[in-house]
């Protein structure tokens, strides 16, 4: 265990660095990478880690794919591409948890529920991150009306098969890990991490559509999640619960994904 202490922080740290460097991470981003990523390598082992990573390097690679098209939309956000404490903690949290707990209390379920927490929070940013692209305007996921591109909730056909492409993603590498470690049935972890992936996502668009805190600008007279708009202008409440940001969007997203794994896995090794 230690020296998968030494590893995982050593790891950790390199990446969180590279991430700084990259602007892919803020100050803070780099203290909750840290975190994150010495607790799942830790306890979890070198599965977990390859996951992990990849969730990271897929989703700063992804943010710099034309990010001149983005800025448009990149208003709407919490938050900019550097991510921040919350957004490591929102993203990684749970799988943090779920490696300590595998240690604590051993189950291979730990590891499908954590397939399934790495492949949501993977679907989301690849539907986030592609989809702002389409060239339709996407559709309200609780109502079916068309949205401005980036309105939290917002659905579209490129976003959607990005958000499975990047669930089934992890889903491959964690069955070829599995398989490496002589895991049962690792074959199920490509089909069990693109639905549960999936569904992790779909739960992200519509908490974004219907509880989630948005806000409205009264100078730009625009829809964003800031409290303070990216034009100085304090915002006013416009739906949802204040309290509710996207960060915590996010981590339920990674709980429906973490539940639907351990779902998918039992009835598959039944």
């Known amino acids: 265990m230690a020296q998968r202490f030494i590893m995982g922080l050593a790891l950790s740290l390199l990446i969180g660095g590279l991430g700084y460097r990259r602007g892919a991470l803020s100050a803070s981003g780099v203290a909750g990478a840290v975190l994150v990523g010495t607790a799942v390598f830790a306890f979890g082992g070198w599965g ?56 604590l209390w051993p189950s291979p379920l730990w590891f499908a529920a954590f397939v399934g927490a790495m492949a949501a929070v993977n679907a989301d940013t690849w539907a986030t991150e592609v989809g702002v692209l ?94 303070m708009h990216a034009c100085g202008t304090p915002t006013q409440p416009l739906r949802g619960r204040a309290w509710l940001s996207n960060d915590w969007v996010n981590f339920a997203a990674s709980l429906v994904g973490a539940g639907v794994g351990v779902m998918l896995l039992s009835i598959s090794a039944g």
Do not use: H
Request: net charge positive; hydrophobic share 50%.
């Open 134 to 227: 389409a060239t339709r305007p996407p559709r309200l996921i609780s109502t079916g009306r068309r949205v401005p591109p980036g309105t939290s909730g917002g659905v579209s056909l490129l976003g959607t098969a990005a958000a499975l492409a990047g669930a089934a993603c992890i889903g491959a590498v964690a069955a070829l890990c599995a398989w490496a470690v002589g895991m049962a049935a690792p074959g199920a972890y490509l089909p069990g991490g693109a639905v549960s992936g999936l569904a992790g996502a779909l739960a992200d668009s519509l908490l974004g559509a219907t509880v989630q805190g948005i806000y409205w600008c009264p100078a730009c007279g625009k829809e964003t999640e800031r409290r």
């Open 48 to 103: 977990w880690g390859v996951l992990l990573v990849l969730f990271f390097a897929s989703s700063s690679a992804l943010s710099r794919f034309r990010a001149r098209a983005k800025e448009r939309v990149a208003e709407k956000f919490a938050k900019g591409t550097r991510r921040d404490l919350g957004q490591a903690l929102a993203n990684g949290g749970l799988g943090a948890l779920l490696a300590v707990a595998s240690t």
